[in-house]
Protein backbone atom coordinates (compact mmCIF):
# COMPACT_ATOMS: atom_id res chain seq x y z
CA UNK A 1 0.00 0.00 0.00
CA UNK A 2 1.16 3.51 -1.01
CA UNK A 3 0.68 6.34 1.02
CA UNK A 4 0.41 9.59 -0.52
CA UNK A 5 0.37 13.62 0.63
CA UNK A 6 -0.96 15.88 -1.88
CA UNK A 7 1.32 15.83 -5.23
CA UNK A 8 4.07 14.03 -3.43
CA UNK A 9 4.50 10.44 -2.12
CA UNK A 10 6.28 10.47 1.26
CA UNK A 11 5.73 7.97 4.36
CA UNK A 12 7.45 8.19 7.27
CA UNK A 13 6.06 5.06 8.57
CA UNK A 14 6.01 1.27 7.02
CA UNK A 15 2.95 0.19 5.83
CA UNK A 16 1.84 -3.64 5.42
CA UNK A 17 3.47 -4.09 2.01
CA UNK A 18 5.66 -1.65 0.21
CA UNK A 19 6.82 1.93 1.97
CA UNK A 20 8.14 4.60 -0.13
CA UNK A 21 11.47 6.77 1.69
CA UNK A 22 13.28 9.62 0.59
CA UNK A 23 16.95 9.13 0.86
CA UNK A 24 19.66 6.17 -0.03
CA UNK A 25 18.76 3.18 2.43
CA UNK A 26 20.84 2.80 4.95
CA UNK A 27 19.05 -0.61 5.85
CA UNK A 28 20.22 -2.88 2.99
CA UNK A 29 17.96 -6.15 4.20
CA UNK A 30 15.15 -4.66 3.09
CA UNK A 31 14.17 -5.08 -1.29
CA UNK A 32 14.88 -1.67 -2.47
CA UNK A 33 13.47 0.14 -5.93
CA UNK A 34 14.77 3.51 -6.90
CA UNK A 35 12.21 5.19 -8.13
CA UNK A 36 12.55 8.66 -8.66
CA UNK A 37 15.04 11.81 -7.25
CA UNK A 38 13.97 14.23 -5.38
CA UNK A 39 15.57 17.98 -4.07
CA UNK A 40 15.24 19.67 -0.96
CA UNK A 41 15.43 23.45 -1.05
CA UNK A 42 15.74 26.09 1.27
CA UNK A 43 12.60 28.30 0.87
CA UNK A 44 11.59 31.94 2.33
CA UNK A 45 8.47 34.40 1.69
CA UNK A 46 8.45 35.79 -1.45
CA UNK A 47 8.74 39.10 0.39
CA UNK A 48 12.20 38.55 1.39
CA UNK A 49 14.66 39.85 -0.85
CA UNK A 50 17.75 37.59 -0.12
CA UNK A 51 18.40 35.62 -2.71
CA UNK A 52 20.90 33.27 -2.24
CA UNK A 53 22.62 31.42 0.74
CA UNK A 54 26.01 29.72 1.67
CA UNK A 55 26.42 27.02 3.63
CA UNK A 56 28.00 29.19 6.48
CA UNK A 57 25.06 31.41 6.45
CA UNK A 58 22.72 28.62 6.74
CA UNK A 59 24.39 27.13 9.37
CA UNK A 60 24.49 30.44 11.07
CA UNK A 61 20.25 30.71 10.86
CA UNK A 62 19.73 27.42 11.86
CA UNK A 63 21.49 27.87 15.16
CA UNK A 64 20.27 31.32 16.32
CA UNK A 65 23.32 32.71 15.66
CA UNK A 66 21.60 35.26 13.20
CA UNK A 67 18.33 36.58 13.71
CA UNK A 68 17.97 39.43 12.00
CA UNK A 69 18.22 39.37 7.80
CA UNK A 70 19.47 42.70 7.87
CA UNK A 71 22.47 40.85 9.11
CA UNK A 72 22.27 38.46 6.18
CA UNK A 73 22.02 41.06 3.47
CA UNK A 74 22.79 44.77 2.60
CA UNK A 75 19.44 45.10 1.90
CA UNK A 76 17.37 46.90 4.15
CA UNK A 77 14.60 44.69 6.41
CA UNK A 78 12.19 45.96 4.72
CA UNK A 79 9.24 44.88 7.35
CA UNK A 80 10.78 41.23 7.58
CA UNK A 81 10.97 41.54 11.07
CA UNK A 82 12.76 39.13 12.72
CA UNK A 83 14.05 35.69 11.40
CA UNK A 84 11.42 32.73 11.81
CA UNK A 85 13.54 29.33 11.34
CA UNK A 86 10.93 26.30 10.23
CA UNK A 87 11.73 23.11 10.36
CA UNK A 88 11.39 19.37 10.70
CA UNK A 89 11.47 16.75 13.58
CA UNK A 90 14.61 15.30 14.37
CA UNK A 91 13.27 11.84 13.28
CA UNK A 92 12.11 13.13 9.86
CA UNK A 93 14.20 12.15 6.24
CA UNK A 94 13.79 16.05 5.19
CA UNK A 95 15.84 17.15 8.43
CA UNK A 96 18.18 14.47 8.35
CA UNK A 97 18.91 14.91 4.88
CA UNK A 98 19.80 19.07 5.40
CA UNK A 99 21.46 18.42 8.66
CA UNK A 100 24.07 16.16 6.72
CA UNK A 101 24.49 18.04 3.83
CA UNK A 102 24.73 21.56 5.65
CA UNK A 103 26.44 20.26 8.59
CA UNK A 104 24.49 21.28 11.07
CA UNK A 105 24.26 20.25 14.70
CA UNK A 106 20.66 19.02 15.42
CA UNK A 107 21.41 19.98 18.87
CA UNK A 108 22.20 23.37 18.17
CA UNK A 109 19.42 23.97 16.66
CA UNK A 110 18.07 27.37 17.96
CA UNK A 111 15.30 26.91 20.52
CA UNK A 112 13.02 29.12 18.65
CA UNK A 113 12.78 27.30 15.58
CA UNK A 114 9.39 26.37 14.42
CA UNK A 115 8.67 22.63 14.01
CA UNK A 116 6.48 22.02 10.75
CA UNK A 117 4.89 17.95 10.85
CA UNK A 118 4.75 17.79 6.98
CA UNK A 119 5.55 19.83 4.40
CA UNK A 120 2.22 21.22 4.00
CA UNK A 121 2.77 23.04 7.45
CA UNK A 122 6.15 23.66 6.36
CA UNK A 123 4.24 25.86 2.99
CA UNK A 124 1.68 27.08 4.88
CA UNK A 125 3.85 28.03 8.02
CA UNK A 126 6.92 30.24 5.50
CA UNK A 127 4.24 31.89 3.49
CA UNK A 128 2.52 33.00 6.61
CA UNK A 129 5.54 34.81 8.20
CA UNK A 130 7.65 37.74 5.46
CA UNK A 131 10.67 36.79 8.04
CA UNK A 132 9.77 33.13 7.90
CA UNK A 133 12.84 30.30 6.68
CA UNK A 134 12.44 26.36 5.79
CA UNK A 135 13.46 23.21 3.87
CA UNK A 136 11.07 21.86 1.11
CA UNK A 137 11.22 19.01 -1.23
CA UNK A 138 10.55 20.22 -4.73
CA UNK A 139 7.46 18.74 -5.40
CA UNK A 140 5.87 20.84 -3.50
CA UNK A 141 7.12 24.22 -4.15
CA UNK A 142 4.16 26.70 -5.13
CA UNK A 143 4.28 30.12 -5.88
CA UNK A 144 3.51 30.87 -2.34
CA UNK A 145 7.36 30.78 -1.28
CA UNK A 146 10.63 31.48 -3.07
CA UNK A 147 13.26 28.77 -3.51
CA UNK A 148 16.33 30.34 -2.16
CA UNK A 149 19.89 29.92 -4.55
CA UNK A 150 22.49 27.67 -2.85
CA UNK A 151 25.78 26.55 -4.42
CA UNK A 152 25.88 23.40 -6.85
CA UNK A 153 27.48 21.51 -4.06
CA UNK A 154 24.96 21.78 -1.69
CA UNK A 155 22.46 21.25 -4.66
CA UNK A 156 23.99 18.10 -5.47
CA UNK A 157 23.83 16.87 -1.60
CA UNK A 158 20.35 18.36 -1.23
CA UNK A 159 18.97 15.58 -4.39
CA UNK A 160 18.35 11.98 -3.20
CA UNK A 161 16.82 8.96 -4.63
CA UNK A 162 13.09 8.40 -3.93
CA UNK A 163 13.34 5.03 -3.11
CA UNK A 164 10.71 2.18 -2.68
CA UNK A 165 11.09 -0.45 -0.08
CA UNK A 166 9.93 -4.09 0.66
CA UNK A 167 10.23 -6.13 3.29
CA UNK A 168 10.50 -9.14 1.17
CA UNK A 169 10.95 -9.81 -2.54
CA UNK A 170 8.06 -8.62 -4.47
CA UNK A 171 5.75 -10.84 -6.20
CA UNK A 172 2.51 -10.64 -7.87
CA UNK A 173 0.49 -7.18 -8.21
CA UNK A 174 3.26 -5.65 -5.75
CA UNK A 175 5.61 -6.62 -8.49
CA UNK A 176 3.72 -5.20 -11.41
CA UNK A 177 3.17 -1.93 -8.99
CA UNK A 178 6.96 -1.77 -8.87
CA UNK A 179 7.70 -1.89 -12.44
CA UNK A 180 4.61 0.42 -13.20
CA UNK A 181 6.00 3.26 -11.20
CA UNK A 182 9.82 2.00 -12.71
CA UNK A 183 8.65 2.75 -16.51
CA UNK A 184 5.96 3.54 -18.79
CA UNK A 185 3.03 5.25 -17.14
CA UNK A 186 3.84 5.13 -13.72
CA UNK A 187 6.94 6.65 -13.96
CA UNK A 188 5.55 9.10 -16.20
CA UNK A 189 3.63 10.44 -13.54
CA UNK A 190 6.01 9.99 -11.15
CA UNK A 191 8.50 12.14 -13.03
CA UNK A 192 5.84 14.92 -13.47
CA UNK A 193 5.58 15.08 -9.90
CA UNK A 194 9.88 14.65 -9.07
CA UNK A 195 10.58 17.30 -12.35
CA UNK A 196 13.62 18.50 -11.18
CA UNK A 197 13.67 22.42 -10.06
CA UNK A 198 15.31 24.57 -12.58
CA UNK A 199 16.80 27.68 -10.63
CA UNK A 200 15.47 30.65 -12.56
CA UNK A 201 18.72 32.57 -11.84
CA UNK A 202 20.84 30.18 -13.20
Known sequence: ??????????????????????GAPSDLRNFAVP?????????????????DLSIPTLQKLYSGRVRSWSEVSA????????VEVWTYSDDSEIRMIFDASVGADQEALTGRARLAP??????????????????????WLTEEVRAIRLSQTLRASLRQP???????????????????????????????????????GG
Not at 118 to 139: C, F, K, Q
Not at 189 to 195: F, G, N, S, T
Request: proline fraction near 8%; charged fraction near 15%; hydrophobic fraction near 40%.
Open 162 to 200: VVAFSSGQPGGALKSLLLCMQEGTGHQKLMQVYDPWEDP
Open 1 to 22: MLIGESSAVYIEEQSSDIWIRL
Open 75 to 82: VSENGLGP
Open 35 to 51: LSEEEILVIVNPDNPVS
Open 118 to 139: DPAAMLEGVSSNPGAIGILPAA
